[in-house]
């Protein structure tokens, strides 16, 4: 039985190192038997955050939604979960961490907005948007650790999450434009002159590298805040706020290609991303 258990351990760890293979860097640095439940944490991630791209119309996406939605309340009370690898995942975690319920639905409610068919009218929420759902994630993952009740590491996974999740949009422009989707609020795109249909079109507009420029200043803050508590938080909530390094890597690169988001670098993995992880580690950072 134990054996069988490893196995399927060793299963949602291939799995997750192929969806999420950044998370998954990151929670390799958590003590062995804590990665499990970070694992099924990425993957239930993972499993909410792709239905608006499995799906043709939202009302199929609230559907898909609303199947994870039933299936976090079996588990929570204590029915058996759907025989979903990430589901059964995701309930034992729940028992073993004692994961908080509310955080979960926090997560869903986040993904449900990525049904609408408009984007965000301000920049403040995306930012809600960021932390809604990045942040989240962070702080369970903070609870597998066994680091609860603090408000500095909580406070530094809110933000570290919310750069995560700003410069992981900035690189996803060229991709949501080719779905005809913007997660861009309106606000911005009018201050730089733009319009979600100059997203699609097949030569990105002049004015987008402010644009992402812009959006990337931002994420930059959100780094130097959670940094701001890097004193405060204890080194086993190190593998969840290491997202900040993966952060950081991205928006170097972004740099570099001069804030062109259509430049095929920005897309790659940054080189030597699991040795700067390693480094920040070992020194007590991230």
């Known amino acids: 039985m134990a054996g069988e258990r490893r196995s399927e351990g060793g299963e949602l760890a291939a799995r997750v190192r192929r969806i999420d293979p950044d998370r998954y860097l990151t929670a390799l640095f958590a003590p062995p038997e804590r990665r499990p439940g970070l694992f099924a944490l990425i993957a239930f991630n993972y499993e909410i955050a792709r239905v608006r791209e499995a799906v043709t ?22 029915s058996p979960p759907p025989p979903h690898e990430t589901a059964m995942a995701l309930a034992a975690a729940v028992a073993e961490h004692r994961l908080d319920r509310d955080a979960l639905e926090w997560l869903m409610d986040a ?103 812009e959006l990337a200043r931002l994420a930059r803050l959100h780094l130097d805040e959670a940094r701001e508590e890097m004193a405060h938080t204890p080194r086993r909530a190190i593998p969840a706020l290491l997202s900040a ?31 700067r992880l390693a480094a920040k580690a070992w020194r007590g950072r991230w």
């Open 57 to 78: 119309e939202p009302i199929l996406g609230q559907i898909r939604l609303q199947w994870w939605r039933e299936a976090v309340e079996k588990i929570y009370a204590g």
């Open 111 to 213: 993904r449900e907005t990525d049904l609408s068919p408009t984007p965000p009218e301000r920049l403040e929420d995306l930012i809600v948007y960021a932390s809604t759902s990045a942040g989240t994630l962070l702080e369970l993952m903070l609870q597998v650790l066994g680091v609860e009740h603090d408000a500095a590491a909580e406070d530094a996974a809110r933000a570290a999450g919310t750069a995560y999740a700003l410069t992981g949009l900035i690189r996803s422009i060229p991709f949501h434009a080719r779905a005809r989707r913007v997660y861009i609020p309106q606000s911005l795109l009018a201050e730089h002159g733009l319009s979600a249909e100059d997203l699609f079109e097949a030569k990105p507009p002049d004015a987008l590298p402010a644009m992402a420029r």
């Open 245 to 275: 390094t993966v952060a950081e890597a991205y928006l170097k690169r972004l740099q570099r290609a001069e804030y062109d988001v259509f430049d095929p670098a920005v897309g790659e993995r940054p080189p030597g991303l699991v040795w």
